[in-house]
């Protein structure tokens, strides 16, 4: 992971925010900043810059989810740090009353020590089995267990350990379908 003081040096800085909207404290820089500020920190430490370019990204993401989760999440800190696991197949889930059911393991969490929640992939599935939509989920990381599986040396930093949900509840308003090709599909 990163040392303390270096992420309490980028969230100083706001570093963590270059992507997050304004109205919610960020600096919302132009897309191109996505690959710019990374670059910059790269020089210094390559982890930095990977937990950083992946942190904001998220916070670039949340943007797309409905008012109700973006208050949920930032309404308590602008400084609410998203980890991910990203891979839709690595997670599946089945709609329930009120949202889904979330059970998956993600790998490669980068940045999961810092974060208080994951951005979760997951295959919704029907009673059959069948795929009936591709969706990303907000889950706060004390629903989920993280294992210490990140033993590697290249970007060591990263802290890019494994998540593991078991039968987690979703709430609607923290899942968005990501399936662009159905005709109904409308990012709110």
């Known amino acids: 992971r990163l040392v303390p003081e270096v992420v309490q040096a980028i969230h100083e800085a706001?570093?963590?925010?270059?992507?997050q909207p304004k109205r919610w404290g960020g600096m919302e820089l132009d897309f191109v900043s996505y690959f710019d500020v990374?670059?910059?920190?790269?020089?210094?430490?390559?982890?930095t810059a990977w937990v950083v370019a992946n942190l904001a990204s998220h916070h670039r993401g949340l943007a797309l989810w409905p008012e109700a989760a973006q208050e949920e999440i930032w309404g308590q800190s602008r400084d609410t740090l998203i980890a991910s696991g990203i891979a839709f197949f690595q997670g599946t889930a089945k709609r329930v009353c009120g949202g889904l059911r979330l059970t998956g393991k993600w790998g490669f969490s980068?940045?999961?020590d810092h974060a208080t929640w994951e951005q979760l992939a997951c295959i919704v599935k029907n009673e059959a089995g069948a795929p009936v939509d591709w969706v990303m989920c907000q889950v706060p990381l004390g629903d989920c267990q993280v294992?210490?599986?990140?033993?590697?040396?290249?970007m060591r930093g990263t802290g890019s350990r494994t998540v593991v949900c078991d039968g987690v509840?979703?709430?609607?308003?923290?899942?968005?379908?990501?399936n662009v090709?159905?005709?109904?599909?409308?990012?709110?």
């Open 147 to 154: 294992i210490d599986d990140w033993q590697t040396l290249g």
């Open 14 to 19: 706001g570093l963590f925010r270059y992507l």
């Open 169 to 178: 509840f979703v709430p609607g308003h923290r899942a968005l379908s990501m």
């Open 38 to 47: 990374p670059e910059v920190l790269a020089r210094g430490d390559i982890s």
């Open 110 to 112: 980068s940045g999961v």
């Open 181 to 188: 090709a159905a005709r109904s599909h409308a990012y709110p």
